[in-house]
């Protein structure tokens, strides 16, 4: 099955900072790549998501690489805010052809906690 | 985008009972729901994954007689833990998925202690 490993698993930046988070994955079959941010006592929350058609996703501050040859991906924070302090998951997820019926199954990495301090 | 609405958020209940926790899609219909297991400071562990008007596709390890999964609409799924001990305290939370969509919604979790 699939296997996802993020690193690090903790981070610590000062506010405007970049953050950067990485994850690889091991099945090449894996199609869609989705980051999710949890806060505390609440559930995850998707913040970005890129396919395997595409290298590069942006959405304001936020950005995600996809590189399929090296079977990993990256998430990229930049100019950090303390609201941004968080525990942010990558996943993985193979989205079957028409027939199939697990869509949306996920394989989480380890997950990384994030501090940005003023 | 679209909304999971899991109840209830924080549940205690004496070691030896059930606990019922549900799992709503309110504005899609979910095909497809995911039920995970979380440990604090640890990432989340797929339980089980359950279409609707089929019986639920376990994970390995996940015992099935204990965590019972109901998904008997396309807006409702239910996870009852049976006779509940202390080591099933956990946060549990669901996932919905709509057919044909890859990204999955996640309801707010439940928090359940067992004492």
């Known amino acids: 099955g699939e296997n996802v490993e993020q690193h690090p698993s903790t981070l610590s930046v000062q506010e405007g900072d970049s953050a950067v988070i990485k994850c690889t994955y091991s099945?090449?079959?894996?199609?869609?790549f989705p980051w999710y941010k949890q806060e505390l006592g609440k559930g995850p929350q998707l913040i970005i998501d890129?396919?395997?058609?595409?290298g590069e996703k942006k959405d304001q501050r936020i950005a995600v690489t996809l590189n399929k040859t090296a079977k990993h991906f990256s998430l990229h924070i930049t100019e950090t805010q303390p609201e941004d302090s968080a525990v942010y998951f990558c996943?993985?997820?193979?989205?079957?052809?028409?027939?199939?019926?697990?869509?949306?199954?996920?394989?989480f990495g380890q997950g990384t906690i994030l501090t940005v301090h003023p | 985008g679209a909304v999971v609405s899991q109840h209830p958020s924080r549940v205690i209940c004496k070691s030896g009972t059930s606990v019922k926790i549900e799992c709503r899609s309110l504005d899609f219909q979910a095909t497809t729901m995911f039920w995970y297991r979380q440990f604090p400071k640890q990432s989340l562990m797929l339980m089980a994954t359950s279409n609707e008007g089929s019986k639920a596709t376990y994970e390995q390890g996940v015992e099935k007689d204990k965590f019972l999964i109901n998904h008997a609409s396309l807006t409702l799924s239910t996870l009852t833990v049976t006779s509940a001990h202390p080591e099933d305290s956990s946060f549990y939370i669901c996932?919905?998925?709509?057919?044909?969509?890859?990204?999955?919604?996640f309801g707010q979790g439940t928090r359940l202690t067992v004492v």
């Open positions: 996932s919905a998925t709509e057919w044909g969509w890859t990204e999955a919604f």
């Open positions: 996943a993985a997820s193979i989205r079957r052809n028409a027939g199939g019926t697990s869509y949306g199954k996920l394989t």
């Open positions: 890129i396919r395997s058609n595409v």
């Open positions: 099945d090449s079959a894996s199609n869609y």
